[in-house]
C-alpha cells in the first residue's frame, strides 16, 4: 500500500469517527495514533459529553496509545485528524513526540461550524502585557518555607525519577 492511500485510508477512519461520534453527544472530530508497525488507537471529541475541556479527538487518541501502550513517549507515530489539530491538541502531540500530524479539514472549515480556534492563535500573537487573560509570576518571599524552585529541587535529588 503506497502512502498516499495509507493517508487516505487513516484519514477516512478518523473522518468516520467523527461523523460517528455527532450522533453519540459529542462533537465532530475524530483522530488516529499510528504507530509505526501500524497499530492504530481511536479518539473522538468528548468536550461535551465528558464535561471536558481538554477531551479533544487528538488528546484523547494520545491517551489511548498511551495507556496500550503503556508509555508517554509516541515516537514514531503519526497523527492522523478529522481537522487541522487546535493549539492545544498540537502540544499534547509534541508533548507525546509524534513524529507527523496529517488532517483532513482545516481550520476555516471548523470555524464554519462554529469551532473556531482564531482565539488562541491571537492570544499567542499578542503581545504578553496585552493579552485577554494575564499569566503571571509571583515571587514567592525570600522567607518562605517552600519556594518556587522546591519541587525541581526534590525531583532534581530524586534517584527513581522517569525522565520526560
Not at 508497525?37 to 461535551?48: C, K, M, Q, S
Not at 461550524?113 to 509570576?137: L, N, W
Amino acid at each position: 500500500m503506497n502512502t498516499t492511500t495509507k493517508e487516505e485510508q487513516f484519514l477516512s477512519k478518523a473522518i468516520s469517527l467523527a461523523t460517528d461520534n455527532v450522533h453519540n453527544s459529542g462533537g465532530p472530530f475524530g483522530a488516529l495514533i499510528v504507530t509505526s508497525d501500524g497499530r492504530a488507537f481511536e479518539g473522538v471529541n468528548r468536550v461535551t459529553a465528558n464535561n471536558d475541556p481538554t477531551a479533544h479527538a487528538e488528546v484523547m487518541a494520545i491517551r489511548n496509545a498511551c495507556a496500550s501502550l503503556e508509555t508517554f513517549d509516541l515516537s514514531g507515530s503519526t497523527l492522523y485528524t478529522s481537522c487541522e489539530p487546535c493549539p492545544l491538541c498540537l502540544s499534547a502531540a509534541l508533548w507525546a513526540r509524534v513524529d507527523a500530524v496529517v488532517f483532513a479539514a482545516d481550520r476555516n472549515d471548523a470555524a464554519k461550524a462554529g469551532f473556531d480556534d482564531a482565539v488562541f492563535y491571537d492570544y499567542f500573537a499578542t503581545p504578553v502585557e496585552k493579552r485577554s487573560m494575564p499569566v503571571r509570576q509571583y515571587l514567592m518571599t525570600p522567607s518562605a518555607t517552600v519556594t518556587a524552585s522546591s519541587p525541581f529541587d526534590a525531583w532534581s535529588t530524586l534517584a527513581a525519577r522517569v525522565d520526560y
